[in-house]
RNA sequence: CGGGGCGUAGCGCAGCCCGGUUAGCGCACCUGCCUUGGGAGCAGGGGGUCGCCGGUUCAAAUCCGGCCGCCCCGACCA
């Protein structure tokens, strides 16, 4: 492509309203461009991207044997109904109505249809397994979305679905879908990490992600020396010995803090420790109040809470709500006097602890040298704290966590048979009797990868694409386009590298080299040949590799089999 | 959903508090000259329903009300 006749427009300033590095370069090298809150355009430099991403997905799902589908975006609201997502998907469900009125929901993902379609379509054991795939723009109202194409609220996915008679053989599948996972990663030039994960609302329970670990990644990944690795929803960890403990006492002590609320102020107060205080968070279920007991120096993860409590929609007490049910204003609540029909849950991080100290239920008072199981006894114990760097691994026990940070493309599930019990999918197996698919459902964040990926690999000047991506393989950038052999050459060139099979963006604009230099950098081409009038004179050329950041001066005769052997390793 | 902020040219912003010429600046864009190894210079030029609707006023980008859009933070507080 000739710049001069590519719609691709670049521009110094950052955009105002975005946040992370993938976002600004995205729309600062004229990749993408806003058309609402999470809805973006592909402008042609970044849909090149996208389609080599796309190509790499494709050919690593037909290497498995996985079979290419293309499902309606549009879905009857019936199906999510039946499987009984409708109320669970809730808000992030775009939904709209046809002229007669009747409901229909814009695919966040294709559970629901393709168990539809193999309830029709496949009925005897003979005909399976199948492994079905997809790419296409997928729909979800996500409550924020922020970070370009990072969370939208239209995006490209893959997914994959697939069907068995036997766990064995849902294993096998599974298995080979993360190897197809972790090689598309690897051929996007990715380092990435596969963890345990929460299931959200897909559903089934073993599940792992594939992250693409970056600086500014929205998830946290902890893993250990031993292999354990798992998201922040997952993690689980046992605490860390040497912490200070509470006596227990003959009795739980009342003492005054007036006025000292928080973990920070009532251990300041006390002269304790945040490991010697227990918090009492209050919330209500669409029927229940429960309340979540963990350290002082805990968050609670409200995901693994959710799951425990069983209810997707919990929600914290108000502060008029702490008072009518405990009695005390916010800051003193504790488990030990609760209503009989507050249920309990204790952290399992709490079983390290000896003596707590607890709000009493009582304005301006805590109790000291409370025990658990004698004061108060919580009706189940789960781990339901977020995990912390440092902490004991759950795993092997011995190593400590560690925490980093990163991007989630990929998800694959075990669903098992969540829809296609709930929606009567069933085959006939070899005794003649009817019995529910096990199913696996994959998914892929395509247009994702796009940011993720220069999330990855970015410096100070602008987008550094990994090879096999990059949306051009050499820009070809003449210094001075009004000298007449400078523009002889990069013509020369332009067209020797097209006939050799590269694509080629020739920055043939008049403009003056610094300019030209800086948005070689922003836009991120691995290599980009430099022709100056003192260069061709020695009848040399000058290619700079952008990651390395280094120039080298090759014969012109060269130049082709230079650029073939930086290609090589991606063809 | 709660809190905060913003909406003025393609992008980044000033002007608004304290109403009053023709609404301004930088970048980008167009024309010409000049320049050509890191976002030059000179001269000229185009581009605005000041988010939308309504109100107050002799007069509204500016004050008031409503709506819409966008961004950030929070939903981890006991």
Redesign the pocket.
Same mark, same amino acid.
Request: proline fraction near 7%; glycine fraction near 6%.
């Given at each position: 492509m000739r710049w001069t006749k590519y719609y691709l427009p670049?521009?110094? =300033?950052?955009?105002?309203?975005a =946040?992370i590095p993938s976002h600004k370069l995205m729309l600062r090298a004229g990749l993408i461009r806003k058309l609402?809150?999470g809805v973006y355009t592909f402008l042609p430099l970044g849909f090149r991207v996208l389609k080599k991403i796309e190509t790499i997905v494709r050919e690593e799902m037909d290497r498995i044997g996985c079979q290419e589908v293309l499902m309606p975006i549009l879905h009857p609201s019936e199906l999510y109904k039946e499987s009984g997502r409708f109320q669970h998907f809730g808000p992030e469900l775009f939904k709209l109505h046809d002229r007669r009125n009747r409901l229909f929901a814009l695919g966040p993902t294709h559970e629901e249809v393709i168990t539809d379609m193999a309830r029709s379509e496949l009925k005897s054991y003979r005909q399976l397994p199948q492994c079905h795939y997809q790419i296409l723009t997928k729909f979800r109202d996500e409550?924020?979305? #922020?970070?370009g194409v990072m969370r939208a609220r239209e995006f490209i996915m893959k997914d994959a679905y697939s069907f068995h008679t036997s766990e064995e053989s849902l294993d096998e599948i599974y298995e080979k879908m993360a190897g197809a996972y972790r090689r598309i990663l690897d051929r996007c030039g990715l380092s990435n990490v596969m963890v345990e994960a929460d299931a959200g609302k897909i559903g089934g329970d073993i599940n792992h992600e594939f992250v693409v670990l970056a600086q500014e990644g929205e998830s946290e990944i902890f893993s250990c020396s031993c292999g354990y690795a798992a998201n922040d929803e997952r993690a689980e960890s046992l605490g860390r010995p040497a912490e200070v403990k509470e006596p227990v006492l003959d009795t739980p002590q009342k003492i005054k803090t007036p006025g000292q609320? $928080?973990?920070e102020e009532v251990t300041a107060f006390l002269g304790a420790k945040p490991s010697q205080l227990v918090? $009492?968070?209050?919330?209500k279920t669409s029927n229940k109040t429960v309340a979540a007991l963990i350290g002082g120096d805990r968050?609670?993860?409200?995901t693994k809470f959710s799951k425990i409590v069983g209810d997707p929609m919990i929600e914290?007490?108000s502060d008029e709500e702490?008072f009518e049910l405990t009695g005390a204003e916010? %800051?003193?609540?504790g488990p030990v006097g609760l209503p009989k029909d507050t249920m309990i849950i204790a952290d399992t991080l709490l079983e390290e602890f000896q003596g707590m100290i607890v %709000?009493a239920n009582e304005t301006d008072a805590h109790l000291r040298g409370v025990k658990m199981g004698r004061d108060f006894t919580p009706n189940a114990s789960a781990n339901i704290s977020?995990a912390r760097a440092g902490d004991r691994c759950p795993r092997c026990e011995k190593g400590t966590l560690s925490v980093q940070r990163g991007v989630e493309l990929g998800h694959i599930f075990k669903l098992g048979t969540k829809y296609s019990e709930s929606m009567g999918a069933t085959y006939l197996d070899d005794d003649g009797k009817e019995r529910p698919f096990i199913m696996g459902c994959y998914g892929f964040g395509v247009s994702r990868t796009v940011a993720a990926a220069i999330e990855q690999h970015h410096d100070e000047?602008g987008i550094i694409w990994p090879s096999s991506i990059t949306p051009m393989h050499v820009l070809v950038l003449p210094?001075?386009i009004?000298d007449a052999q400078t523009r002889n050459t990069a013509e020369m060139l332009y067209e020797d590298l097209r006939g050799a099979g590269f694509d080629v963006l020739l920055d043939d604009r008049?403009l #003056?080299?610094?300019?030209k230099?800086?948005?070689a950098?922003?836009i991120g081409i691995p290599l980009r040949i430099?022709l %100056? =009038? #003192?260069?061709l004179k020695k009848g040399m050329i000058?290619i700079y590799y952008r990651r390395e950041d280094r120039?080298e001066l090759v014969r012109k005769k060269d130049v082709i089999h230079t650029i073939q052997r930086f290609y090589e390793p991606d063809q």
């Open positions: 670049t521009f110094k =300033e950052t955009p105002s309203d =946040e609402t809150a409550i924020r979305p #922020r970070f609320k $928080t973990v918090k $009492t968070l209050l919330y968050t609670l993860s409200e914290p007490l702490i916010v %800051g003193y609540s %709000g977020r000047k210094v001075n009004a008049d #003056r080299p610094g300019y230099f800086k948005d950098d922003l430099t %100056g =009038e #003192r260069n000058e120039s």
